[in-house]
């Protein structure tokens, strides 16, 4: 596992800054922005997103080596909310959308472990990272019938994935109590909610996610069904990707103890 750097500290962790590109330690958009290109080029092949096995990572020359930063994700949410097609999309490899009338839903049958590499470029820094993000996909039914299946998952974990779908309120109610859950030391929480272009079949409002923010001093993700190509998928990724990477290398640099934690004091 590599070693991950430590670079200058941040003024603030408060999850209030978070849409504040200012308050990134990193430049968000950078993948796709002109500096970005040669690595985002080591991600496509033949112009489509390259999928890597448990032993590749993209091929970079000599003078462009980065830095490998590996973490591990679990989602965590109802069967059904789109743990599987929110990761294919995260991976370039989206599958067909179902829709409030018509959903297309396979329950997961066990754990299903896909890698997305993503670099990323601190502030401050003189060169880029690659953080290679293993998610880890569980289906409910094989959660509750396999009972080694959550510790493996949440072995050596590095961040959790809460997820709810905007089409269906159970799965927004049910936040509080897996939060409260799934809470620990050291460990980065996302909440996300899928289905967001869905608007006409919403069962969970905007005024609903406002709250939640406010009541857990956090900001919900959202994920919908992505566009078209290679291009397209990448752009609609990118942010959520990106959010991901800031949140990782926040918690780690606080760990390091050169940036504040959410209190506004150094870590102890």
Same mark, same amino acid.
């Given at each position: 596992m590599a070693e991950r750097d430590s670079q200058d500290p941040q003024d603030s962790q408060d999850p209030r800054h978070s849409q504040d590109p200012r308050h990134s330690p990193l430049e968000r958009g950078w993948l796709l922005s002109p500096p970005g290109r040669p690595y985002l080029e080591s991600l496509l092949q033949r112009n489509r997103r390259r999928v890597f096995g448990l032993l590749e990572r993209p091929a970079l020359p000599p003078p462009l080596a980065v830095p490998t930063l590996p973490y591990k994700l679990f989602l965590v949410g109802r069967s059904g909310v789109g743990k599987s097609t929110l990761v294919a999309a995260l991976a370039g490899t989206p599958r067909t959308p179902g829709t409030a009338a018509t959903p297309a839903h396979h329950e997961t049958l066990g754990i299903e472990a896909t890698t997305v590499f993503w670099p990323a470029q601190p502030r401050g820094s003189a060169r880029p990272v690659l953080f290679q993000l293993h998610f880890w996909d569980c =289906?409910?039914?094989? !959660? $509750?019938?396999?009972?080694?299946?959550?510790? *493996?998952?949440?072995?050596?974990?590095? +961040?959790?994935?809460?997820?709810?779908?905007?089409?269906?309120?159970?799965?927004?109610?049910?936040?509080?109590?897996?939060?409260?859950?799934?809470?620990?030391?050291?460990?980065?929480?996302?909440?996300?909610?899928?289905?967001?272009?869905?608007?006409?079949?919403?069962?969970v409002t905007e005024r609903d996610v406002r709250a939640l923010e406010?009541?857990? =001093?956090?900001?919900? !993700? $959202?994920?919908?069904?992505?566009?078209?190509? *290679?291009?397209?998928?990448?752009?609609? +990724?990118?942010?959520?990707?990106d959010s991901l990477a800031e949140q990782l290398w926040k918690r780690d640099q606080v760990a390091a103890g050169v940036a504040r934690g959410e209190e506004g004091t150094p870590p102890s």
């Open positions: =289906g409910d039914g094989a !959660l $509750r019938k396999f009972e080694h299946l959550l510790p *493996a998952c949440r072995e050596e974990l590095d +961040a959790v994935l809460v997820l709810f779908s905007f089409t269906d309120r159970a799965s927004f109610e049910e936040l509080p109590a897996q939060l409260s859950r799934l809470s620990g030391q050291g460990l980065v929480t996302v909440v996300m909610g899928t289905k967001s272009d869905l608007s006409p079949h919403a069962a406010a009541a857990r =001093g956090l900001r919900v !993700l $959202r994920a919908g069904a992505a566009p078209g190509g *290679a291009r397209a998928g990448l752009e609609r +990724a990118a942010p959520i990707l």
